[in-house]
Structures are given as C-alpha cells and as structure tokens.
C-alpha cells in the first residue's frame, strides 16, 4: 500500500512553470517507492507571516483536511521567511524558529479518522543564486537571503532533532551549483534544479543502517557527557530515562543537563534519515 505523502510548500514546490513530472514532488515520489505525493505548494508561502494559504500556519489545517489521511508531511519552506521585511518584523533567525515549532506541532496534532500522526520531514530552505532579479534584489526582499538561511542551520537541526523528523539540508549541496540550476530570478528553479531537490529528499527516504553509538558515556554531578558517533550524518543524541521509558532532553553536542530526580540516562544517537541507535549506558560504577 502506499504512502501518501503531503509536500507542504511555497513557490518551488508548486513550481507553477514547470511540467507537471518536472516538480520535485513527483520527481520524489519516481524516486521512493509505493508512494503517492500531494503537491501542496503555494506561492510566496512562509511559515507564520504573509496572510491566508500564504500563511503555513493559518493554511496546514485545511491543507491537511482537504488531503485526508496522510503518512508523511514534508516541509519545504524558509526562503520567503527569509525575505528582508518578514525576517526583521518576524524577529529573525529565532523567529522562524518559533513559528516552524508551531507548525510542526499542528502536523502532529492532526489525525485523520483516528489515524496515527504523520511523520515529518524538515528541509533546510535552500540557495539564492549569485544574482537575483533586480526587482527583489533590495533589503526589504531576497537581498542576504543566503546568509539569513546560514543562520537558520541550527534552528532547523535541533527543530528536527526534537520532533524526531527526518532532516535535509538543501542549501549545502546546492550551492555549489546553484547559478546552473535556477531561473534567471536568482531565487527559483529550472527542472534540473526541480530534479536535484527531488533526489535529496528521495534520499532520507531511502534505507540506511542505524547509526553508531556514542561512547565513552560518564555521569558527574548532575551531567552527562559522551563521545560522539562514529557515524555520519547525526543529527543530535536522544536522552532517554531507561526506567521510565521517556524522552528526558535532547543534545546537539555532546553534553546535557539530567533534570531533577534523575541519576543516570541512556544516550542514543539520531541521524538525519529518522534513525535512532542503540543505546549508550554509563557504566554502573560512574553513575553518581
């Protein structure tokens, strides 16, 4: 059976201009198998600002009804986020922040006819190419946009490392070739742009192991520490009380704080394909 798949988007989902086996949804859904997407782009969508279906937050309620059930919802949005005038009024980096953890908390709140919530996937926004149609090359528009999505890698990391979501980062790979592979407006795509976003978010779909876990766990006064994973692409680590079964706090790096109460914990590492690993315990003897 397959999955039905919500891409949740702006402009370079709907992708308006190109042919209908050219967006990135559809590439995805030639790409991942038994899977049937639904192309919910709209333009100039951001994820708490603008007004209406413009509005990710004010639109995922109806958008999700009108799918009906899904098993996955895929957020492309960012870059109209990062447009000058909404980054400022919308109080930037940490803003955006804010409005995408609302917006992920929505998805999840939504179940259709009783269904399990679906799961997430979080997509780094990605490049401006070098030059931007002169019209939307201004403070108030495009102008800085890749240095504004620079600042929202973390934000976007640990957003997808709490809400155990899958995570693509489309700035990095793209960059490089950005200027081949988008329109003359610096800021939207051609089909091999449309086909390089497809196959990036195909790719966490796809089978990986687990990742490795970390080592070298200790407890003292109060706190864990650990050595990292060996394995690439980690999203962050998972502290989890073994007794309780219960998430405790997540971590990017490579400490954290046990709350109160608490005297040990077990740490595993989260990739970005949704993969947990086994867990890491500390040694009986240092657990304090």
Known sequence: MSQR?????????????????DKW???????????????AGVDGRAIGQQSGAGNGLESIDDTL?????????IIMLGTNDCQGRLWNDGGGAKGVMQRLQKLVTRIELYQSDGAAAPGITICLPPPAGSK????????????GLNDRVQELIP??????????????????????????ICTPDGVHFLAAGQ??????IADVFQPHDKPAPPTDVKVAD?????????????LGYEIRDPEEDSTLTFSTGTTANLPE????????ARDVFGNKSEAAKPPEAVQQ
């Not at 931007?132 to 102008?143: A, C, G, K, V």
């Not at 109460?261 to 595993?268: K, N, R, S, Y």
Request: with cysteine; proline share 5%.
């Open 5 to 21: 798949i919500l891409c949740f988007g702006d402009s370079n989902t709907i992708a308006e201009a190109m042919k209908p086996e």
């Open 25 to 39: 949804p559809a590439v995805f859904q030639s790409l991942v198998k038994d899977t049937e997407t639904i192309n």
């Open 65 to 73: 009804t009108k799918a009906g059930k899904v098993d996955q919802v």
């Open 132 to 143: 931007i149609l002169d019209r939307w090359d201004n403070p108030q528009m495009y102008q």
């Open 155 to 180: 934000y976007y990391r640990e957003a997808a490392l709490a809400d155990e979501a899958r995570y693509v980062d489309l700035f990095h790979p793209l960059k490089p070739i950005i200027d081949t």
């Open 195 to 200: 086909h390089k976003i497809g196959a990036l």
């Open 222 to 234: 109060g706190k864990l520490t650990w050595t990292s994973s060996a394995s690439k692409d980690i």
């Open 261 to 268: 109460g608490h005297t040990t914990a077990w740490v595993f």
